[in-house]
């Protein structure tokens, strides 16, 4: 069960001082019997008059900043150490009316499931679910976990992974034609796949480490993003189809949502004269305890014409 130790720091640099209005920050990892917060530290400067917290409708902690001064940096650092104990591909279990696709969720589930089966992106000529179609055998004898595993590695397999730093995410259309994408496009396209064949999904934000130095992870640096699929037997499943992974080893839960917009990990707004804004530095370091160096570390410099007037 290891500890990790996980440092994010966010600075956004303006030529002259500005006023800032709310901030929004959703950078605390979610507790669970998996996930087991031992410390969470969010230090903001300049200090804001008035810091909360609150639970969206997702369960998921929200901080929200309030500031009554201006200053030409504004900085946000979030130290957390948690205990993480990682679900691994041969633990998933699914029940038996569920192993072979298709199947039907169960009454009870099927209320509460409903919003996460509903498609989120026009596909007029049926193109995802030409390509999600495509991890269905023929012959009926489809295993779900089988299937799922599949697309999450034909992803990785076949598109490529291009990071991007300006917010939003392409469309699954976009994604399938341009054959490229950031971990957000990838987690938005098997999303839509997972929907298209019926199946509950939701998108997740957190962090990605790699566990040891034989495994090679992809989208460290900044906050990481994935997929989540309701199998019944073991509830909730992640799928990483950025780095090819089934269950929670290397992932890291902070938001999950039923769309990416619901689950940015910091927004807000300032005023202040017109190109003040000159950059955002972004560093996440994660440490697993008596490992050095850290096991994931990088820093991204966001170019400063990509969010005038907002964060």
Known sequence: MPILSIHHV??????????????????????????????????IDPPPTDLRWLHDVFGNSVAIARFDRRSDTLRFASHVRLEHIPMEPAAVEVEDYAR?????????????????????????????????????RRDGQTDTLAMLTGMTRAIRRDLTYIPRHEKGTQTPLETLQKRQGTCRDYAVLMIEAARALGLAARFVS??????????????????????????????????????????????????????????????????????????????????????????????????????????
């Open 206 to 311: 957190g962090y990605v480490y790699a566990p040891s130095a034989r495994e090679g992870r992809v989208g460290g640096g900044n906050t990481h993003a994935w997929v989540r699929i309701f199998l019944p037997g073991s509830g909730w499943i992640e799928f990483d189809p950025t780095n090819g992974i089934v269950g929670s080893v290397g992932l890291v839960r902070v938001a999950i949502a039923r769309d990416p917009y619901q689950a940015v990990p910091l927004s807000g707004t300032f005023s202040g004269f017109p190109g003040s804004y000159t950059g955002m530095d972004v560093s996440v370091e994660i440490a697993m305890d008596g490992q050095t160096p850290p096991i994931a570390a990088a820093a991204t410099t966001l170019n400063p014409h990509l969010l005038q007037g907002r964060e």
């Open 10 to 43: 966010t600075t956004y640099r303006y030529t002259r001082p500005v006023a800032f209005g709310e901030h929004r920050l959703m950078v605390r990892p979610r507790e669970g019997h998996d996930q087991r917060l031992i410390e969470a530290e969010l230090k």
């Open 100 to 136: 072979c696709y298709p199947f039907t969720y169960s009454s009870e589930d099927m209320p509460d499931l409903l919003r996460s089966i509903e498609r989120g992106h026009h596909d007029p000529y049926r193109v995802v679910d030409d390509w999600a179609g495509k991890f269905v």
